[in-house]
C-alpha cells in the first residue's frame, strides 16, 4: 500500500512494483486515478485510514505522503498503533534534512539526527515515532535531493532556462543526489529482501550544489543556465546522507554522475 502514490516518487515505486505485487495506492489532487479500483481517493487532513486499511490489509505499508505536517504526524501516529497489532511493516520516505544542523560533514544512518529546519524536525518527529516499533516493523529511507526526467525540480530548472530566469543555486553546500530511476531500483531491492532498519539512499559521491545544476543543465540542454548563488555560510556546509553500515550492492548503488546521466535528453 503506497500513501501518495499519484506524487511522484509515490508513482515511480507503484510503476516499479506493480508487475511485481498486489499494489495499491491513495491519491488526493491528481486525476485519472477515480477508476482505478487499487487507488483510493484520501486526503489526510479531513480523513483517516482505518478503513482504507481494514479493505487492502497490507502487508507492507510505504509512506510517501506530502502536504499539511500536523495531520501527517496524526496519520503516523495512528500508523505505529495499527502496526502493533496487525501482520503489517512500514517504510518512511524521510529526508536528509534531519541532519541539517550538521554543516561540518556527511551524516550516517544511525548518526544523532538534528535539524533547524521546519521540514527536517518535521522528519524527525515521525522517525522517532517509528523507532518505538520492533526493528523489523519498519524501514526509515533518508533520501538526498530526488531528480527525474520529469521531476517537478527538473522541470523547474527547464521553466527558468526557457524564460531566461536566474536558478538559484548553493556553492557552499554539498550533496548527494538520486534519481527515481535509480531510488525505485533500490527500493525494490529493499523489498525483495525484507530488509529492516535505517537505509541512506543517495549517490556514493559527493558534488556541490552549484556544480551539479550547472552540469546538469550543460548536459540537459547544452547551454549554461543564469545563476543566483546563495552563500549560507561562510565554510564548506554539508547536506549529505551516506551508508556505512547499510550498504546496498555496487550496482544499484549510483554515482552523481550516474543520476546526470539518468536526466540527459539526448
Do not use: W
Amino acid at each position: 500500500m503506497i500513501l501518495g502514490a499519484s506524487g511522484f516518487i509515490g508513482n515511480a515505486l507503484y510503476k516499479e512494483l506493480a508487475p511485481y505485487y498486489k499494489i495499491f495506492g491513495t491519491f488526493y489532487s491528481s486525476k485519472g486515478y477515480e477508476k482505478n479500483t487499487h487507488f483510493f481517493e484520501y486526503n489526510h487532513e479531513k480523513s483517516g485510514l482505518k478503513q482504507i486499511l481494514r479493505e487492502v490489509k497490507p502487508k507492507l505499508i510505504i509512506s510517501a505522503l506530502r502536504g499539511d505536517f500536523s495531520s501527517q504526524l496524526e496519520e503516523h501516529l495512528f500508523l505505529v498503533n495499527y502496526l502493533k497489532i496487525s501482520n503489517c511493516r512500514i517504510m518512511f520516505l524521510s529526508s536528509a534534512n534531519v541532519f541539517d544542523s550538521f554543516r561540518h560533514y556527511p551524516s550516517y544512518e544511525y548518526d544523532k539526527t538534528l535539524s533547524e529546519s521546519i521540514y527536517g524536525h518535521f522528519k524527525i518527529k515521525i522517525e522517532n515515532q517509528l523507532m518505538h516499533l520492533p526493528v523489523g516493523k519498519y524501514i526509515i529511507i533518508r533520501l538526498p535531493m530526488i531528480f527525474g526526467i520529469s521531476a517537478p525540480r527538473t522541470l523547474e530548472i527547464d521553466e527558468a532556462l526557457k524564460n531566461d530566469l536566474a536558478i538559484e543555486v548553493f556553492p557552499n553546500t554539498v550533496i548527494n543526489v538520486n534519481s527515481d530511476v535509480r531510488l525505485r531500483q533500490q527500493i525494490h531491492y529493499l523489498i525483495n529482501h525484507k530488509k529492516t532498519g535505517i537505509y541512506h539512499l543517495g549517490s556514493s559521491d559527493l558534488i556541490s550544489h552549484f556544480d551539479f545544476i550547472r552540469t546538469l543543465i550543460e548536459r540537459r540542454h547544452n547551454k549554461s543556465g543564469i545563476f543566483k548563488q546563495v552563500f549560507t555560510s561562510n565554510t564548506i556546509r554539508y547536506l549529505a546522507t551516506l551508508p556505512k553500515e547499510n550498504k546496498l550492492p555496487n550496482h544499484i548503488q549510483p554515482s552523481y554522475i550516474d543520476v546526470l546521466n539518468d536526466l540527459s535528453l539526448r
